[in-house]
Nanobody, 125 residues
Framework: QVQLVESGGGSVQAGGTLRLSCVLS?????MGWFRRQAPGKEREGVA????????TYEDSVKGRFAISRDNAKNTLYLQMNSLKPEDTAMYYC?????????????????????WGQGTQVTVSS
């Protein structure tokens, strides 16, 4: 069982920055950030990281967002720079024990069993 607690959301203007944090209670080998941009929509993968440090990003955030993990603090981060209004969403951290290909190759939320409660990010133009 893994518990995840997110923090760091908020409201910023376009071009601003935010850093999301997610404290984990276990040591899964695959962790990621997803977002839901409208109620009822499926969560979409934003970025994922494996325990070996391998990462992958959704095309729309490449070059602007960076996922990282502090193993000593067992905390997952998402540094978000150059934020755009279309980045407005509820952001969730997720974790599981997945193969390399599933972790980095799939954007499907069903590949993750453990989820945080979500933190809202709002970007105004």
């Amino acid at each position: 069982q893994v518990q995840l607690v997110e923090s760091g959301g908020g409201s910023v203007q376009a071009g601003g920055t935010l850093r999301l944090s997610c404290v984990l209670s276990g040591y899964p080998n695959c962790m990621g950030w997803f977002r839901r941009q409208a109620p009822g929509k499926e969560r979409e993968g934003v970025a994922r990281i494996r325990s070996d440090g391998s990462t992958t990003y959704e095309d729309s955030v490449k070059g602007r967002f960076a996922i990282s993990r502090d193993n000593a603090k067992n905390t997952l981060y998402l540094q978000m720079n150059s934020l755009k209004p279309e980045d407005t969403a509820m952001y969730y951290c997720a974790a599981d024990w997945n193969s390399w290909s599933t972790c980095l190759g799939s954007r499907f939320e069903g590949d993750f069993s453990y989820w945080g409660q979500g933190t809202q990010v709002t970007v105004s133009s």
